[in-house]
C-alpha cells in the first residue's frame, strides 16, 4: 500500500485527478472505475475542470461504478446513475453509452445481471484504475462487513450503519432502498490500481482498521492489503488514528524522488 497524508481534502482531490489524468492521457482506450459519495465529488469538480482547460478528453474512456441501488430506476434523482450524470458525465465529453452501471431493473435476474457486468468489465479489457471511498464501517463499494473477498458483481443487503450514514441524503418519507448491487471485493481487487480517498474524522477508525487491522472480512477494505498497486489517499484528520505516520511521509518523499529519477512507473 501507498499512503499518503495530506493538510487538505482538496489536495486528496487534486492528486486523485492527477492519477486519472495520467491514466486518461497515456492510454488509448482507458478503463476507469468510478465511485458515488460525498468523497469523490471534489475530485469530480476537478476533472470537470481539467476538461474544460482542455487537459484531457475523455472520448475513449470507459467507465464502470462500484454500485447501484435496487428498487429505484435512473430516472430517480436518488439513483447512482443520476448522481453521475449531474456530478461528472453532463459536464465532460465521456460516450454516455460508454459509462456503466450494476443495475438490476424489475423483473432481471440479479445473478444474470450480476454475471453479465463481470463480462463486460473483461470483455473490455478490465478496470485500469478504480476509485473507492470507504464507508464508516470499512466497507468498500457495498461490500458491507463480512462480504466474501473473493466475491463479485450480486445484491447486497445495507448494513444499518450504513443506511443511518446515508440518511441524510434522503428526505423525510423518502423511499431508502436497503438493496444494492455491487461489484464484489475480488471484482475491485482485479483492477490494476485502486485509488482509495478518505476524509474527516469519521473515517479515522475504518482506516486504521484497513491498513494496520487483520485481513479480515470484518474490514471489507482490509482486502486493499492484498492490491499490488493500491494507493490510499488521506487528509489528516482520516489518518488521525494511524500509527508510523511520520515512515509513510518519509516513504512518500522517497517515492517522489524515485519517480523523478526513473519516471513514474504506471503499468496500466
Ligand atoms: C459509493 C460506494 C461507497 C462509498 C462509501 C463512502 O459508490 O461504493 O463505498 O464510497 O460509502 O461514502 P462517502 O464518500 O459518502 O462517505
Request: proline content about 3%.
Amino acid at each position: 500500500m501507498q499512503i499518503v497524508i495530506f493538510d487538505h481534502e482538496q489536495q486528496v482531490a487534486d492528486t486523485a485527478a492527477q492519477w486519472i489524468e495520467t491514466l486518461v492521457n497515456n492510454k488509448k482506450s482507458p478503463i476507469l472505475g468510478l465511485a458515488t459519495g460525498s468523497t469523490p465529488i471534489k475530485l469530480y469538480q476537478q476533472l470537470i475542470r481539467r476538461y474544460q482547460e482542455k487537459k484531457l478528453t475523455f472520448k475513449s474512456t470507459t467507465s464502470f461504478n462500484l454500485d447501484e441501488y435496487l428498487g429505484i430506476d435512473a430516472t430517480n434523482s436518488q439513483s447512482y446513475r443520476h448522481f453521475m450524470n449531474e456530478n461528472l458525465f453532463n459536464h465532460i465529453d465521456i460516450d454516455n453509452t460508454h459509462t456503466y452501471l450494476p443495475t438490476c431493473a424489475q423483473g432481471q435476474n440479479p445473478r444474470e445481471q450480476g454475471l453479465a457486468y463481470e463480462e463486460k468489465i473483461k470483455q473490455l479489457g478490465g478496470i485500469d484504475l478504480q476509485i473507492l471511498g470507504i464507508g464508516a464501517n470499512g466497507h468498500i463499494g457495498f461490500n458491507e462487513p463480512t462480504s466474501s473477498l473473493a466475491s463479485r458483481t450480486r445484491i447486497k443487503t445495507l448494513s444499518q450503519q450504513t443506511l443511518a450514514d446515508n440518511s441524510r441524503l434522503f428526505n423525510n418519507n423518502e423511499f431508502q432502498p436497503t438493496l444494492a448491487m455491487t461489484m464484489g471485493i475480488a471484482t475491485i481487487l482485479d483492477a490494476r490500481y485502486v485509488l482509495l480517498m478518505a476524509t474527516g474524522e469519521n473515517k479515522a477508525k475504518a482506516v486504521k482498521d484497513m491498513i494496520t487491522g487483520p485481513l479480515s472480512a470484518i474490514c471489507p477494505a482490509s482486502a486493499l492489503q492484498m492490491h499490488e498497486n493500491a494507493i490510499i489517499l488521506l487528509d489528516k484528520t482520516a489518518a488521525s488514528q494511524l500509527p508510523d505516520q511520520e515512515y509513510y511521509q518519509w516513504a512518500n518523499a522517497q517515492n517522489i524522488k524515485i519517480n523523478q529519477a526513473f519516471g513514474l512507473y504506471h503499468n496500466y
